[in-house]
């Protein structure tokens, strides 16, 4: 762990922004087994909403701590900000929309990609959810599916963001992308582990302390409707470890934490399209 990981988290902000059982076993009643896809795995995920306020208190009140709002500054460029929420190996991100003129025109300028689909989702159909991924010893020729570039000026000059090209076509799929390697989240192993955050930046050690016990995700189960499952895209990411996107009644999103070892379901619908497992 070393100081420019940090600086790096406050860019993000400032800027843009894993169940027991192995996948490679699991059968859902749409789909048939898969091997694990070895070279990706979850950074972190969203939720698009359109009122982050009562959205961010459905989760504080039931025990979640959030990055306070002082740190959640627009996605330079893009239009959008969010809330954040850090577990011990990934982070839910509350998006929406916070410049409606600067968001349209970053789809004019990448007509390619899903913002404004995925900002209007209430009117439109779309899943609300989103999923970072990252790419074991990053090569951008590893992502299995078409993707369509994304680069904006906080960026460096030679990274960029990699979208599924499905997510702007088949919108019923949660939004893909492939973020690199300087903008991956960090992950600790225990509460402990957090020490290795440098002193100047220890204020961050509090976001992933939460009352209700939460440490890690340990699953995430996403339902989406009028799913096609054989998609690369979603042949991809339903072959990640405790990941499964299936077909639903309804847009919905299940968060699995610590194996559930607390023996607790809370239903946070329909403010939030969310059930979590403590």
């Given at each position: ?127 609300p959810f989103g ?21 904006q000026d906080w ?14 076509t088949n919108i ?107």
């Open positions: 762990m070393n100081n420019r990981n940090y600086i790096i988290i406050l860019v993000l902000f400032f800027g843009f922004s894993s169940c027991n059982n192995k996948k490679s076993t699991k059968i859902n009643a749409d789909q048939t087994p898969q091997n694990v896809s070895s070279d990706l795995e979850v950074d972190h995920f969203n939720i698009w909403v359109k009122n982050p306020k009562t959205a961010k208190e459905k989760l504080t009140d039931i025990g979640f701590t959030s990055v306070p709002d002082s740190l959640s500054k627009i996605h330079k460029g893009q239009g959008t900000t969010g809330r954040y929420f850090y577990f011990l190996n990934s982070y839910l991100e509350l998006i929406f929309v916070y410049d409606q003129n600067e968001l349209e025109e970053n789809n004019n300028k990448n007509k390619d990609l899903d913002f404004t689909t995925r900002a209007n989702f209430d009117k439109n159909g779309a899943s999923i970072a991924l990252k790419i074991k010893d990053y090569n951008v020729e590893k992502i299995p599916f078409e993707k369509v570039r994304y680069h960026m460096d000059d030679n990274a960029s963001i990699y979208s599924a090209k499905n997510s702007k019923k799929e949660p939004s893909i992308f492939v973020v690199y390697p300087e903008i991956e989240s960090d992950r600790f192993e225990t509460l402990a582990d957090l020490k290795n955050i440098p002193e100047e930046y220890s204020i961050w050690r509090t976001f992933f302390k939460h009352p209700n016990g939460a440490k890690k995700i340990t699953a995430i189960t996403i339902t989406s409707t009028d799913l096609d499952l054989a998609t690369k895209t979603m042949k991809a990411v339903n072959g990640i470890d405790n990941l499964t996107v299936k077909n639903g009644p309804e847009h919905l999103m299940e968060l699995f934490f610590d194996n559930n070892v607390q023996g607790k379901t809370i239903d946070l619908r329909p403010e939030l399209p969310l059930i979590v497992y403590l």
